[in-house]
């Protein structure tokens, strides 16, 4: 099964930049979608973002223009973000939808990082 770590989170003042990176481990084939989610204290779990192994993305409204989801490489996707706001305070989660070695599907969530944004 294919196991994630997220990292990169932290504190930052509003306008400040973050890069999180969500690190793939175990026995996998290729990570076929990978998305970025995140969960403030109370509130339901919200896409952010997300990536195809072809490269194609999708974007939340409330980040476009400043959050860019990349793959590094095939074990290793990452979320630079820009122009924090406080409302971007939350626990952000990686997904994964994986091709497992015996070609069944492989669905994964990290624990999580934390961002917070001082205003």
């Known amino acids: 099964q294919v196991q994630l770590a997220e990292s990169g989170g932290g504190l930052v003042q509003a306008g400040g930049s973050l890069r999180l990176s969500c690190v793939a481990s175990?026995?996998?084939?290729?990570?076929?979608?990978m998305g970025w989610y995140r969960q403030a204290p109370g509130k339901q779990r919200d896409l952010v973002a997300t990536i195809t192994r072809g490269g194609i993305t999708y974007y939340a409204d409330f980040v476009k223009g400043r959050f860019t989801i990349a793959v590094d490489d095939a074990k290793t996707f990452s979320l630079q973000m820009n122009n924090l706001l406080p409302e971007d305070t939350a626990g952000y989660y990686c997904?994964?939808?994986?091709?497992?070695?015996?070609?069944?599907?492989?669905?994964?969530w990290g624990q999580g990082t934390q961002v917070t944004v001082s205003s």
């Open positions: 175990g026995n996998f084939r290729t990570l076929d979608f």
């Open positions: 997904y994964v939808d994986a091709t497992a070695d015996d070609y069944t599907r492989d669905k994964s």
